[in-house]
């Protein structure tokens, strides 16, 4: 990081009386340079000069700069090869922390669970997430079978699952035929 030095006349009470961006120098005052402050230290920064999008998350939670970082669910700075960075609130979360679980850092995008929302149906409250917490199982099933992770083809017959909501091919639960299917959906 680079260090920004201010120089401002000690009369000046317009300067001396605003919050300045620890980043850029600037001062906070239009829309675009609205700044937000660190829960934690209290220092004030442009969203985009610390790279996040202010969420609802961020205004209702708050939100701590890179030196005030801490886990969120234990609290501790440790295992930082093991903490994640939620892309949309920009809190971080050991693996073992979050909710659920993690037994590795995941690929690409991920999202706490403060965040997750399926961006097909908009449930938040689901065990099972894909592509990356951007979709719940069921929603993702949609499009390709919950047990053998092909995708459906036209004509093909699938059913869903009572207990889960998810969809699979009728062939991956033994289901041969509609007859079949209807045979089961009578047992059940």
Same mark, same amino acid.
């Given at each position: ?23 850029? $120098? ?6 675009? =340079? ?27 939670? $708050? ?14 700075? $440790? ?50 997430w894909c592509d990356n917490y951007t979709e719940c199982a ?10 053998? %992770?092909?995708?459906?083809?036209? =004509? ?17 639960? %033994? ?12 047992? =059940?």
């Open positions: 990081m680079e260090n920004k030095l201010i120089l401002c006349s000690s009369k000046d009470k317009f300067v001396l009386t605003q919050d300045l961006c620890v980043m850029c $120098g600037a001062v906070g005052t239009d829309s675009e =340079g609205c700044l937000i402050a660190c829960a934690q230290c209290g220092q004030t920064y442009h969203p985009y000069c610390v790279n996040i999008k202010v969420s609802q998350v961020i205004v209702t939670l $708050g939100w701590r700069c890179l030196d005030c970082t801490v886990c969120e669910g234990c609290g501790s700075r $440790g295992d930082e090869t093991l903490l994640l960075l939620c892309d949309d609130c920009d809190t971080t979360w050991h693996t073992y922390c979050a909710r659920p679980p993690l037994g590795e850092v995941p690929r690409g995008s991920w999202r706490c669970e403060r965040c997750r929302r399926c961006l097909v149906c908009g449930t938040r409250d689901t065990l099972a069921p929603c993702a099933s949609l499009v390709m079978c919950c047990v053998c %992770s092909e995708p459906y083809s036209d =004509g093909e017959l699938i059913i869903q699952c009572e207990a889960c909501s998810r969809w699979l091919h009728a062939t991956c639960d %033994s289901i041969r035929n509609e007859s079949d299917a209807e045979t089961c959906c009578r047992a =059940g």
